[in-house]
């Protein structure tokens, strides 16, 4: 069983930045394919970033503006948005897939565990 606690979400204004942080129990955490997802009231989960076996890879609505890494050593993957506007507010999740693999990156099915979630809200 592998946890994840994110942590970093806020009130802020638009424009500002914020930096989310996601850091899993797992042993082999460098193995790890590693994602955020974000949902909005009354919408479904979508993918924000991930962080993979074979590169990084961004929603076209973040590209630019947010940027994902990681420290393995800290077991930790980051978030870090830029330029945030209201329409990024959302619950902020991170999600891992442990198990090594071909799976689509962009989706919720994808991941193995998921983190509870960070409430980032952006006034206008």
């Known amino acids: 069983q592998v946890q994840l606690v994110e942590s970093g979400g806020g009130l802020v204004q638009a424009g500002d930045s914020l930096r989310l942080s996601c850091t899993t129990s797992?042993?082999?955490?460098?193995?790890?394919?590693l994602g955020w997802f974000r949902q909005a009231p009354g919408k479904e989960r979508d993918f924000v970033a991930s962080?993979?076996?074979?590169?990084?890879y961004y929603a076209d609505s973040v590209k630019g503006r947010f940027t994902i890494s990681r420290d393995n050593a800290k077991n930790t993957v980051y978030l870090q948005m830029s330029s945030l506007k209201p329409e990024d507010t959302a619950i902020y999740y991170c999600?891992?897939?442990?198990?090594?693999?071909?799976?689509?990156?962009?989706?919720?099915?994808?991941?193995?565990?998921w983190g509870q979630g960070t409430q980032v809200t952006v006034s206008s």
């Open positions: 999600a891992a897939k442990t198990t090594w693999g071909a799976y689509n990156y962009a989706s919720t099915d994808g991941y193995d565990y």
């Open positions: 797992g042993r082999t955490f460098s193995r790890y394919a």
């Open positions: 962080t993979t076996w074979t590169g990084t």
